[in-house]
């Protein structure tokens, strides 16, 4: 079945460096979806990417869709304290119509 | 309602005893999805409903659980014979098709 491989699984970083999580697929995605869970929380959605190639930009977030559509980053800019938390990647293929989730990317965040 | 809402919170149970944990999803979605997560870990794909179709239940881990929903609304996800590897937080959410999901706040349940 299909897979969603997610790295790194752990990402310390300090106050205003950057961030990027990688996503790789074994199989082609119509498209892919980045959530995010904060501490406690639950997963809360960011953006779906759908074109070969694409790139969307959320304040100093930067996501991309590779042209082969099996893989995927999120790249954060001067992170923040408000950036913690998990970063999920998410393909079409768990269930029917579900999604299958990578394993995520924790952020943590040095001051 | 405004969101994906979850109940209960927090379920403490017995090793052996069964639970039931209650999702009630946006209204007017038709798509409604059960995830297991683990401390720290990932989320696991568990069952899938979408309109009055039947659900894909391929996700379910054994056959002590089981989920329904009624009236492609509410859905209520059964684990019986509850064992202490099913502790972790049971994540429900709604869709309209395939796009976004939204998730309610999660049950965490420990089983003792």
Redesign the interface.
Known sequence: GQQVMQIPQYQHVQEGEDFTTYCNSSTTLSNIQWYKQRPGGHPVFLIQLVKSGEVKKQKRLTFQFGEAKKNSSLHITATQTTDVGTYFCAGPGGGADGLTFGKGTHLIIQP | GAGVSQSPSNKVTEKGKDVELRCDPISGHT?L?W?RQSL????E?L??F?GNSAP?K??LPSDRFSAERTGGSVSTLTIQRTQQEDSAVY?C?SSL??????????TRLTVL
């Open positions: 798509a999805y995830y720290g870990q990932g989320l794909f069952i899938y979408q894909d391929s996700g994540l959410a098709g395939v796009q976004r999901q939204y998730f309610g706040p999660g």
